[in-house]
């Protein structure tokens, strides 16, 4: 707001940051123009720091969110989804947070007010129990990313883990033998003959095992 004032006033109504409180200050009217435009300029740089630090917090809130949502992508790509109703005997499932391969499905014919279902047995991957799941024929599963890869058998310790060279020529020692009887007694009865062997390791859902053996000949 513009202020006038008659040509013998030298009273000037100063306006402080904080727009609630005025006082009046005693000046030459010759400066009145100076002083309005500095506390202007103070007003603006303190609204202008506002904003910016407001900014400042949204964006860094949003770069949190970012990382948040990018943990929860990752970890979820150990599965993907799949409709119930598409998966066949042979193919996997995830049941009871296991990562399993389907023996059996069978599926239920359409309700009256209902949809059809999809009955699975199952096979634990890595601990070969059995699991049975009931899901909607037109509901997504979660499927699990199973992979599998060769290794060449090097030593087995005493505390029965193997140690595999990699491709890039390093080596793998953080597995255990298996558990299946008859594939722990060939891969031993192979070492200890000094045949050069090869295991195969399969990977799902963070979890790693010896499944298979290759006999490639004697050393």
């Known amino acids: 707001m513009l202020c006038t004032w008659p040509s013998h006033s030298t009273r000037l109504i100063d306006i402080q940051s904080d727009t609630r409180t ?21 007003y603006a740089s303190a609204v202008c720091s506002s904003v910016g630090s407001l900014h400042l917090e949204k964006i860094s809130m949003s770069d949190e969110e970012h990382q948040f949502e990018s943990k929860a992508d990752a970890g979820a790509s150990k599965t993907y989804p799949q409709q119930a109703g598409t998966i066949r005997k042979g193919g996997h499932i995830v049941i009871k947070n296991r990562a399993c391969k389907v023996v059996e499905v069978s599926t239920s014919k359409t309700g009256k007010h209902g949809h059809a279902k999809c009955h699975f047995v199952a096979i ?10 009931i899901v909607p024929s037109s509901h997504n599963c979660d499927v699990p990313h199973v992979s599998r890869t060769d290794y060449q058998l090097i030593d087995i310790s005493e505390d029965g883990f193997v140690s595999l060279l990699t491709e890039n020529g390093n080596t793998k020692d ?17 070492f200890a003959e000094g045949k050069d062997l090869v295991v195969s390791v399969m990977s799902a859902m963070g979890e790693e095992q010896i499944c298979a053996l290759k006999d490639i000949g004697p050393k």
């Open 124 to 133: 634990d991957i890595f601990n070969g129990k059995k699991l049975e799941d």
């Open 22 to 42: 005025a006082h009046t200050r005693i000046v030459n009217p010759r400066y009145t123009h100076i002083y309005i435009h500095i506390y202007i300029s103070i």
């Open 174 to 190: 953080d597995l255990k033998l298996p558990t299946d009887d008859a594939l722990l007694t060939q891969i031993k009865d192979g």
